[in-house]
């Protein structure tokens, strides 16, 4: 069974920072990939980061780039979100999701197979 459990959400005041974490169980990545996505409320989930398992390329959301970062620990199965700068616009409930297989794209909610629960990120002002 595949589980995907976040941790690290807040609160935190507009240019301060957190760390979201991510623990895959169950999965084997391969040429699979890990990615962050964010739903505000009353808008729709939307693409945040993601990294290759397998080659550890990057993307990211115009919105959060130069701001956010993620990063992988192969031997812990995990994929970290290091949020800088954080603005009130970024709040939202991060989720995380991962793919087993290769997919193209990686920015769509179709190229993943597992979601974490989620964990809400709250900016103030």
């Known amino acids: 069974q595949v589980q995907l459990v976040e941790s690290g959400g807040g609160l935190v005041q507009a240019g301060g920072s957190l760390r979201l974490s991510c623990v895959a169980s169950g999965i084997t990545f391969n040429y699979g990939h890990m990615g962050w996505f964010r739903q505000a409320p009353g808008k729709e989930r939307e693409f945040v980061a993601a990294?290759?398992?397998?080659?550890?390329?990057?993307y990211y959301a115009d919105s959060v780039k130069g701001r956010f970062t993620i990063f992988r620990e192969f031997n812990k199965n995990m994929v970290y979100l290091q949020m800088n700068n954080l603005k009130p616009e970024d709040t939202a409930v991060y989720y995380c999701?991962?793919?087993?297989?290769?997919?193209?794209?990686?920015?769509?909610?179709?190229?993943?197979?597992?979601w974490g629960q989620g964990t809400q990120v709250t900016v103030s002002s």
């Open positions: 990294i290759r398992w397998s080659g550890g390329l990057i």
């Open positions: 999701a991962a793919a087993s297989r290769y997919t193209l794209r990686v920015g769509g909610e179709t190229d993943y197979d597992y």
